[in-house]
Every structure is written in C-alpha cells, then in structure tokens.
C-alpha cells in the first residue's frame, strides 16, 4: 500500500502569513492527490485535487503543486477562518487510499 | 445538490455488530463509489474501504479485511457498512463520502456524509 507522509503535524503562524504543508508519498501517485480540510465537530471538506485543482468555492488564497511522490499545499495569506487540520490523501489508480496523518493548524 | 445523508449514532457492546447507512441524493447512483473513513477520538482519517455503486465490486484496508462488509441498494440508493466483532477501539465517526467507481477509480472524495458516531463500551 502506499503510504502518505505529511509534515509538520501541527503549525503555528500569524493572521497573514504564508503557511505551506508537505506530503511525501511512498510511491509515485503522477497528480492524483487530493488535500482536504477539517474544522472541528465537522466532516472534511475537498479543497484541491489532481495536486493543484481548487475545489469550486475554495478561496484563491489555497494552492496545491506537485507530482510524483512530493506534493505542498500553501496558504498565501493565513485567515482565522482557515484554522483546521489539513489532510492528503492518495487517489491513485485502484484502492486502497491512504491519508496523511494531518496538519493542524492554529493562529499565533 | 450532491447529499449523503448518513444514519444516527449508534451504542454498541463489545463482540457486536453495528450497520450504518449512508443514503446518497442529487446524482446518478451507479456512476459513482463509494468510500467508508473513520476518525477516532482526537485521531486522523483513517480509509475503511470502498465499493462501486454500479457493480458491488469492493476493496478494504487490510486490518479490517474480515471484520467489514459494504453492501448496495441501487433501488433506495443507500449504502449500509457493517463492523462485526465491535472493540472499543472501534469507536470513532464514521463518514461516507462520494468518490470513483469501478475501472474509473481516480475520482477525488468530494462530497461527504455529516458522520456517524459508533460507541463500542461495555
């Protein structure tokens, strides 16, 4: 199976900042990655696919870029709205698809 | 619009099963996946597994291989996920989400089920 490694697991910036996520897969996946987002008592919500789609509705502030086994997600300007837990996850060809084990992020 | 509308919260002893449904709306049924996630308390998203809408065809993370069985009906449009030999380690929200079908399996999971809580205590 191929697994998803997401760094760091927890971030702290200020309201404005430039905030980038990480995600290193085991094995190359070409673009078929997804990140989503999660607020508390929430389901997670797409925000890219196919590594630097953004979802319809999603904030422009949101990019994603990569291929292969090395993908980022980047927040250009941090919003107090943006704080979640931020998760990868591979869609490659046929299942299984594993998640990064997550990203949270909190307001300095 | 895209709807998975899932089944309420669920209390379950150790050793049994629990059935959750997940009833999808606002699409062609059988032109899509879809995928079963679960989250623990305090704990990431775990993939449980998946099945094609069209065809029944499923796949499931290995440590829950024998354990899970996902199940259609295209008359109702629900998907039901059974958990058999409940543990407490077993608790955690249970999510449906819409993803690819069979043999066109690189669909991203982009619409999802409000959750379902499953409690597994003695």
């Known amino acids: 199976d191929i697994q998803m490694t997401q760094s760091p697991s927890s971030l702290s910036a200020s309201v404005g900042d430039r905030v980038t996520i990480t995600c290193r897969a085991s094995?190359?996946?070409?673009?078929?990655l997804a990140w989503f987002q999660q607020k508390p008592g929430k389901p997670p919500e797409l925000l890219i696919f196919?590594?630097?789609t953004l979802q319809s509705g999603v904030p422009s502030r949101f990019s994603g870029s990569g291929s292969g086994t090395e993908f980022t997600l980047i927040i250009s300007s941090l919003q107090p709205e943006d704080v979640a837990t931020y998760y990868c996850?591979?869609?490659?060809?046929?299942?299984?698809?594993?998640f990064g084990q997550g990203t949270k992020v909190e307001i300095k | 619009q895209v709807q998975l509308e899932q089944s309420g919260a669920e209390v379950k002893k150790p050793g049994a099963s629990v059935k959750v449904s997940c009833k999808a709306s606002?699409?062609?049924?059988?032109?899509?996946?879809i995928n079963w996630v679960r989250q623990a308390p305090g704990q990431g998203l775990e993939w449980m597994g998946w099945?094609?809408?069209?065809?029944?065809?499923?796949n499931f993370a290995q440590k829950l291989q024998g354990r899970v069985s996902l199940t259609t009906d295209t008359s109702t449009n629900r998907v039901y996920m059974e958990l058999r030999s409940l543990r407490s380690d077993d608790t955690a929200v249970y999510y449906c989400?819409?993803?690819?079908?069979?043999?066109?399996?690189?669909?991203?999971?982009?619409?999802w089920g409000q959750g379902t809580l499953v409690t597994v205590s003695s």
């Open positions: 099945i094609s809408a069209d065809n029944g065809n499923t």
């Open positions: 094995q190359g996946i070409t673009n078929y």
């Open positions: 996850q591979n869609y490659n060809s046929a299942p299984p698809w594993t």
């Open positions: 989400a819409r993803g690819g079908r069979w043999l066109q399996f690189s669909v991203p999971l982009d619409s």
């Open positions: 606002g699409y062609p049924f059988t032109s899509y996946g």
């Open positions: 196919a590594a630097s």
